[in-house]
């Protein structure tokens, strides 16, 4: 027990040194910087290997047909919507007026760091819902948060575990060996992780349970939703491919996708595409320009509805930082627990061992 109360310190010290570091202004630079080195890495690399399959090839691979754009638009569209609805369903307003901030959440998260956007949308959200305290709408955008967060790794590792046993994607001997084996242990792995959910959600979510039920159920159909138009973008552009391979590239967006913290995740599942790609005997040149184009649309696409959706937060000022209340500001709030998690450590650190302290009556 003393052990496991020294690493309970150890944890919440370094828990509070790394918010105090990362909140900092060099240590976001710092962050800044590692992110944006990570990003020319990857760039660079793309460019190298794609000078090797030839420009020339890539760009006779590009697509062609247009329901790629057709499907691409429903890929991109597809978060945001559900987002709009979502907090319609939290919040209780139209999903039509939620939506230009939720597709400006969607840009912040994507291109500049996770869950900056869900900062945005707290100061959006401010002056708008009126009859919402600062503090259950940070406590509504941190349910819906984790909510997303559950759901992505639910329908990941399930789509995974499905892929991988059906025989989509080859197996390790090790893992086919003992394949019930780890099957019947992962499904109670997962009914923990529930059981545990259920009985702990009145302390870790402040939202309705019915209203969480609703929230995470919609988060569930957004994913099979995108994934299932993921492949059929992949699937139209090259339909001779058999769909066990777009399966396999599904695993490995998956996987990319689920990296926290990771810039330019699109950029990384390209480089790793074109490596998939001659693994499974498909054309390299292909699914670079396929990856490519996919890619270079987002981002073009994020810089215009980013100016769009800020010309029209002018027309409706979007709350700003001035003005906020201290008290309840996300850093206010966010200091207020490293402090608590400081005095406690502290605390614990101080404080003699139950052993110790009986003698001591």
Do not use: C
């Amino acid at each position: 027990m003393e052990l496991l109360q020294k690493a309970k310190i150890r944890f919440a010290r370094l828990r509070v040194h790394w918010d105090r570091f990362s909140s900092s202004t060099r240590g976001q630079w710092v962050l800044w910087t590692l992110r944006q080195a990570l990003t020319v890495g990857v760039v660079g690399y793309l460019i190298y290997r794609m000078s090797q399959i030839g420009w020339a090839d890539i760009w006779a691979s590009m697509p062609r047909t247009p329901w790629f754009y057709v499907i691409f638009a429903g890929i991109y569209l597809t978060l945001p919507i559900f987002q709009s609805i979502i907090f319609g369903v939290i919040w209780g307003r139209s999903p039509v007026t939620l939506l230009p901030p939720a597709l400006k959440k969607r840009v912040y998260n994507k291109d500049v760091l996770s869950y900056s956007g869900d900062v945005y949308l707290y100061f959006w959200a401010r002056d708008r819902v009126a009859d919402w305290t600062d503090r259950e709408l940070l406590h509504s955008l941190k349910d819906n948060a984790i909510l997303s967060s559950v759901a992505s790794t639910i329908v990941a590792f399930g789509l995974l575990a499905g892929f991988l046993f059906s025989g989509y994607v080859a197996l390790p001997d090790t893992i086919i060996e003992h394949e019930v084996l780890y099957l019947v242990g992962g499904i109670l792995v997962g009914g923990i992780i529930i059981a545990v959910g259920v009985n702990f959600r009145s302390v870790v979510f402040g939202l309705a349970g019915r209203t969480l039920a609703t929230v995470f159920g919609l988060h569930i159909v957004r994913l099979f939703v995108v994934m299932t138009l993921q492949v059929l973008e992949w699937n139209v552009v090259m339909p001779e491919v058999a769909l066990e391979i777009w399966f396999t590239f599904l695993s490995l967006q998956i996987i990319t996708t689920r990296i926290p913290f990771l810039p330019s995740r699109d950029l990384i599942f390209l480089a790793a595409g074109i490596e998939l790609a001659g693994a499974v005997e498909v054309s390299k040149a292909a699914i670079a320009g396929v990856l490519g184009v996919h890619s270079v649309l987002d981002k073009g696409l994020n810089l215009l509805l980013f100016a769009v959706v800020s010309a029209w937060d002018r027309e409706t000022p979007a709350p700003t930082l001035e003005g906020t209340d201290e008290a309840t500001a996300p850093g206010a709030v966010l200091e207020g627990e490293q402090a608590a998690a400081a005095s406690e450590a502290d605390s614990a650190a101080s404080a003699p061992p139950a052993g110790e302290a009986e003698q001591g009556r």
